[in-house]
T-cell receptor, first 117, second 114 residues
Framework: AQSVTQLDSHVSVSEGTPVLLRCNYS??????LFWYVQHPNKGLQLLLK??????LVKGINGFEAEFKKSETSFHLTKPSAHMSDAAEYFC???????????????FGKGTHLIIQP | EPEVTQTPSHQVTQMGQEVILRCVPI?????FYWYRQILGQKVEFLVS????????KSEIFDDQFSVERPDGSNFTLKIRSTKLEDSAMYFC????????????FGPGTRLTVL
Protein backbone atom coordinates (compact mmCIF):
# COMPACT_ATOMS: atom_id res chain seq x y z
CA ALA A 1 0.00 0.00 0.00
CA GLN A 2 1.14 3.53 -0.67
CA SER A 3 0.37 6.85 0.99
CA VAL A 4 1.38 10.48 0.84
CA THR A 5 1.51 13.09 3.59
CA GLN A 6 1.72 16.77 2.74
CA LEU A 7 2.84 18.39 5.92
CA ASP A 8 1.33 21.83 5.37
CA SER A 9 -2.20 22.58 4.23
CA HIS A 10 -1.29 26.24 3.56
CA VAL A 11 2.03 27.94 2.87
CA SER A 12 2.36 31.71 2.55
CA VAL A 13 5.50 33.37 1.17
CA SER A 14 6.37 36.79 -0.14
CA GLU A 15 7.00 37.30 -3.84
CA GLY A 16 10.69 36.78 -4.62
CA THR A 17 11.38 34.55 -1.60
CA PRO A 18 11.99 30.79 -1.66
CA VAL A 19 9.19 28.24 -1.65
CA LEU A 20 9.29 24.91 0.20
CA LEU A 21 6.36 22.49 0.05
CA ARG A 22 6.90 19.36 2.07
CA CYS A 23 5.89 15.81 1.16
CA ASN A 24 6.56 12.44 2.75
CA TYR A 25 5.51 9.16 1.21
CA SER A 26 5.32 5.48 1.97
CA UNK A 27 5.41 2.75 -0.64
CA UNK A 28 5.92 -0.99 -0.73
CA UNK A 29 7.98 -0.73 -3.89
CA UNK A 30 10.33 1.72 -5.50
CA UNK A 31 7.84 4.45 -6.20
CA UNK A 32 7.36 6.99 -8.90
CA LEU A 33 6.65 10.40 -7.41
CA PHE A 34 5.02 13.44 -8.96
CA TRP A 35 4.06 16.98 -8.12
CA TYR A 36 0.93 18.30 -9.79
CA VAL A 37 -0.36 21.88 -9.63
CA GLN A 38 -3.96 23.04 -9.88
CA HIS A 39 -4.77 26.65 -10.64
CA PRO A 40 -8.34 27.83 -9.95
CA ASN A 41 -10.86 26.30 -12.37
CA LYS A 42 -8.12 24.43 -14.20
CA GLY A 43 -7.12 20.78 -14.46
CA LEU A 44 -4.18 19.18 -12.73
CA GLN A 45 -0.90 19.99 -14.47
CA LEU A 46 2.28 17.99 -14.01
CA LEU A 47 5.15 20.03 -12.52
CA LEU A 48 7.75 17.28 -12.35
CA LYS A 49 8.25 13.55 -11.85
CA UNK A 50 10.77 11.19 -10.26
CA UNK A 51 11.11 7.73 -11.79
CA UNK A 52 14.30 6.24 -10.26
CA UNK A 53 16.77 8.22 -12.35
CA UNK A 54 18.39 11.37 -10.92
CA UNK A 55 17.30 12.14 -7.38
CA LEU A 56 17.15 15.88 -8.04
CA VAL A 57 14.37 16.51 -10.51
CA LYS A 58 13.81 19.77 -12.35
CA GLY A 59 10.34 20.71 -13.50
CA ILE A 60 8.52 23.52 -15.19
CA ASN A 61 8.39 27.14 -14.02
CA GLY A 62 11.63 26.86 -12.01
CA PHE A 63 10.40 24.19 -9.59
CA GLU A 64 12.52 21.27 -8.50
CA ALA A 65 12.25 18.40 -6.04
CA GLU A 66 14.72 16.07 -4.39
CA PHE A 67 13.97 12.40 -3.77
CA LYS A 68 15.47 11.30 -0.44
CA LYS A 69 14.88 7.62 0.13
CA SER A 70 16.37 7.61 3.64
CA GLU A 71 13.88 10.30 4.69
CA THR A 72 11.03 9.06 2.44
CA SER A 73 10.62 12.65 1.32
CA PHE A 74 10.04 14.45 -1.96
CA HIS A 75 9.93 18.15 -1.07
CA LEU A 76 9.17 20.74 -3.75
CA THR A 77 11.23 23.93 -3.90
CA LYS A 78 11.58 27.08 -5.94
CA PRO A 79 14.26 29.73 -5.34
CA SER A 80 12.04 32.74 -5.97
CA ALA A 81 8.25 32.80 -5.81
CA HIS A 82 6.17 34.55 -8.43
CA MET A 83 2.59 35.74 -8.07
CA SER A 84 1.54 33.28 -10.76
CA ASP A 85 2.70 30.39 -8.53
CA ALA A 86 -0.34 30.84 -6.28
CA ALA A 87 -2.24 27.55 -6.62
CA GLU A 88 -2.92 24.18 -5.01
CA TYR A 89 -0.02 21.70 -5.14
CA PHE A 90 -0.40 17.94 -4.87
CA CYS A 91 2.29 15.40 -4.10
CA UNK A 92 1.46 12.07 -5.74
CA UNK A 93 2.90 8.55 -5.51
CA UNK A 94 2.49 5.61 -7.82
CA UNK A 95 3.61 2.01 -7.86
CA UNK A 96 2.27 1.63 -11.38
CA UNK A 97 5.59 0.95 -13.03
CA UNK A 98 6.17 -2.19 -11.00
CA UNK A 99 3.76 -4.34 -12.92
CA UNK A 100 3.48 -2.03 -15.87
CA UNK A 101 -0.22 -1.88 -15.24
CA UNK A 102 -2.82 0.83 -14.97
CA UNK A 103 -2.72 1.43 -11.21
CA UNK A 104 -4.22 4.62 -9.96
CA UNK A 105 -2.29 7.45 -8.38
CA UNK A 106 -2.35 8.19 -4.66
CA PHE A 107 -2.64 11.89 -3.88
CA GLY A 108 -1.70 13.92 -0.84
CA LYS A 109 -4.29 16.33 0.57
CA GLY A 110 -2.71 19.28 -1.19
CA THR A 111 -0.90 22.44 -0.10
CA HIS A 112 -2.40 25.80 -0.88
CA LEU A 113 0.41 28.18 -1.83
CA ILE A 114 -0.27 31.86 -1.16
CA ILE A 115 2.04 34.51 -2.58
CA GLN A 116 2.10 37.86 -0.76
CA PRO A 117 3.00 40.91 -2.85
CA GLU B 1 -0.93 20.93 -27.32
CA PRO B 2 -3.39 18.04 -26.88
CA GLU B 3 -5.61 18.17 -23.81
CA VAL B 4 -8.05 15.98 -21.96
CA THR B 5 -11.49 17.59 -22.11
CA GLN B 6 -14.51 16.99 -19.89
CA THR B 7 -18.18 17.90 -20.19
CA PRO B 8 -20.13 19.34 -18.58
CA SER B 9 -18.07 21.60 -16.36
CA HIS B 10 -20.86 21.62 -13.78
CA GLN B 11 -23.76 19.18 -13.37
CA VAL B 12 -26.60 19.60 -10.91
CA THR B 13 -28.90 16.65 -10.32
CA GLN B 14 -31.51 15.39 -7.91
CA MET B 15 -30.74 12.52 -5.54
CA GLY B 16 -31.61 9.19 -7.14
CA GLN B 17 -31.11 10.39 -10.70
CA GLU B 18 -28.60 8.92 -13.12
CA VAL B 19 -25.75 11.08 -14.39
CA ILE B 20 -23.19 10.53 -17.11
CA LEU B 21 -19.92 12.44 -17.02
CA ARG B 22 -18.04 12.63 -20.29
CA CYS B 23 -14.36 12.79 -21.09
CA VAL B 24 -12.36 12.91 -24.29
CA PRO B 25 -8.87 11.58 -23.57
CA ILE B 26 -5.82 12.50 -25.61
CA UNK B 27 -6.08 10.60 -28.87
CA UNK B 28 -3.02 8.31 -28.75
CA UNK B 29 -3.41 7.45 -25.06
CA UNK B 30 -4.34 3.93 -24.03
CA UNK B 31 -4.93 4.12 -20.27
CA PHE B 32 -7.90 6.02 -18.89
CA TYR B 33 -8.80 6.96 -15.33
CA TRP B 34 -11.47 8.58 -13.19
CA TYR B 35 -10.75 10.31 -9.90
CA ARG B 36 -12.93 12.33 -7.58
CA GLN B 37 -12.30 15.07 -5.06
CA ILE B 38 -14.93 15.76 -2.41
CA LEU B 39 -14.76 19.39 -1.28
CA GLY B 40 -11.97 19.85 1.23
CA GLN B 41 -10.63 16.32 0.81
CA LYS B 42 -7.90 14.69 -1.22
CA VAL B 43 -8.17 13.49 -4.81
CA GLU B 44 -9.16 9.80 -4.77
CA PHE B 45 -8.69 7.16 -7.44
CA LEU B 46 -11.89 5.53 -8.68
CA VAL B 47 -11.08 3.33 -11.67
CA SER B 48 -8.62 2.66 -14.46
CA UNK B 49 -9.50 1.34 -17.91
CA UNK B 50 -7.31 -0.33 -20.49
CA UNK B 51 -7.94 -2.40 -23.59
CA UNK B 52 -11.71 -1.89 -23.27
CA UNK B 53 -12.01 -3.20 -19.77
CA UNK B 54 -11.57 -2.12 -16.18
CA UNK B 55 -7.99 -2.65 -15.09
CA UNK B 56 -8.28 -1.62 -11.46
CA LYS B 57 -10.94 -0.09 -9.23
CA SER B 58 -10.99 1.30 -5.73
CA GLU B 59 -13.43 0.38 -3.00
CA ILE B 60 -15.28 3.62 -3.76
CA PHE B 61 -16.19 2.29 -7.22
CA ASP B 62 -19.18 0.18 -6.23
CA ASP B 63 -22.08 -1.13 -8.30
CA GLN B 64 -23.53 2.37 -8.64
CA PHE B 65 -20.64 3.31 -10.90
CA SER B 66 -19.79 2.13 -14.40
CA VAL B 67 -17.41 3.24 -17.13
CA GLU B 68 -17.57 2.90 -20.86
CA ARG B 69 -15.65 3.82 -23.97
CA PRO B 70 -18.58 3.86 -26.35
CA ASP B 71 -17.04 5.10 -29.57
CA GLY B 72 -13.25 5.08 -29.48
CA SER B 73 -12.93 8.71 -28.44
CA ASN B 74 -15.20 9.32 -25.44
CA PHE B 75 -14.74 7.81 -21.99
CA THR B 76 -17.74 8.06 -19.68
CA LEU B 77 -18.48 7.63 -16.00
CA LYS B 78 -22.07 6.75 -15.11
CA ILE B 79 -23.54 7.00 -11.65
CA ARG B 80 -26.79 5.05 -11.64
CA SER B 81 -28.60 6.50 -8.65
CA THR B 82 -26.85 9.52 -7.23
CA LYS B 83 -26.53 10.11 -3.51
CA LEU B 84 -25.80 13.35 -1.68
CA GLU B 85 -22.31 12.07 -0.89
CA ASP B 86 -21.53 11.74 -4.62
CA SER B 87 -21.23 15.53 -4.78
CA ALA B 88 -17.62 16.13 -5.76
CA MET B 89 -15.28 17.23 -8.53
CA TYR B 90 -14.68 14.35 -10.94
CA PHE B 91 -11.43 14.28 -12.91
CA CYS B 92 -10.70 12.23 -15.98
CA UNK B 93 -7.10 11.37 -16.89
CA UNK B 94 -5.28 9.50 -19.62
CA UNK B 95 -1.74 8.40 -20.35
CA UNK B 96 0.09 6.73 -23.21
CA UNK B 97 1.48 3.23 -23.08
CA UNK B 98 5.03 2.73 -21.83
CA UNK B 99 6.94 3.24 -18.59
CA UNK B 100 7.39 6.48 -16.75
CA UNK B 101 4.59 8.30 -18.52
CA UNK B 102 2.55 10.64 -16.38
CA UNK B 103 -1.21 10.95 -16.39
CA UNK B 104 -2.75 13.97 -18.11
CA PHE B 105 -5.79 15.37 -16.34
CA GLY B 106 -8.88 17.14 -17.58
CA PRO B 107 -10.32 20.27 -15.92
CA GLY B 108 -12.94 18.29 -14.02
CA THR B 109 -16.73 18.16 -13.75
CA ARG B 110 -18.28 19.51 -10.60
CA LEU B 111 -21.23 17.30 -9.66
CA THR B 112 -23.78 18.68 -7.22
CA VAL B 113 -26.44 16.29 -5.93
CA LEU B 114 -29.44 17.98 -4.28
Amino acid sequence: AQSVTQLDSHVSVSEGTPVLLRCNYSSSYSPSLFWYVQHPNKGLQLLLKYTSAATLVKGINGFEAEFKKSETSFHLTKPSAHMSDAAEYFCVVSDQWVGGGADGLTFGKGTHLIIQP
Amino acid sequence: EPEVTQTPSHQVTQMGQEVILRCVPISNHLYFYWYRQILGQKVEFLVSFYNNEISEKSEIFDDQFSVERPDGSNFTLKIRSTKLEDSAMYFCASRPEGPYNEQFFGPGTRLTVL
